[in-house]
């Protein structure tokens, strides 16, 4: 009987709405969080991605503009998941068969995490309401802060 009581307000207060939890926002793949910079540091590798993208979006073709790679496997890697992973909007009646984007590209460093990690808890501690939860934290090193 004490089992089937608990069973019970339990199920009523997770149906109170001042308990359930508001649902995460969509985040785009790829898109930053809103305490990350697009600044450059020292370590940062960076680019721009030129993509030529059919009337469904899909990439056809891609090349890399000016960047500071250190190597060409860091284009070829790049261009490879874009044209595994990204999408472009959709073409419109007026537009063009293809179409080309752009998009800057920038591999974090070092210095570039450690800023990342700490403004991650100063935005949450500035912003109470926000569920960490909700903004999931990439894999990263264990030596970092």
């Known amino acids: 009987m ?18 359930a939890a508001a649902p995460c926002p969509k985040w785009e793949a790829g898109a930053r969080y809103p305490w ?7 370590g940062d590798l ?9 009337r469904s979006g899909a990439p056809a073709s ?34 063009p068969d293809r179409r080309t984007f752009e998009r800057f590209s920038l591999i974090a460093g070092y210095d570039h995490l450690i800023a990342d990690r700490k403004a991650r808890k100063r935005w949450f501690a500035e912003h109470p309401a926000e569920r960490p939860e909700c903004y999931p934290e990439p894999t990263r090193p264990d030596r970092l802060l």
């Open 2 to 19: 004490r089992a089937m009581i608990v069973m019970l307000l339990g199920a009523a207060l997770s149906g109170t709405p001042a308990l």
């Open 36 to 42: 990350q910079s697009n600044e450059i540091m020292r």
């Open 46 to 54: 960076f680019g721009w991605i030129i993509l030529d993208v059919d």
């Open 62 to 95: 891609c090349r890399v503009g000016k960047n500071n790679f250190l190597n060409v496997e860091t284009s070829f890697a790049l261009c490879k998941n874009y044209a595994a992973y990204w999408r472009g909007s959709r073409a419109a009646a007026s537009d």
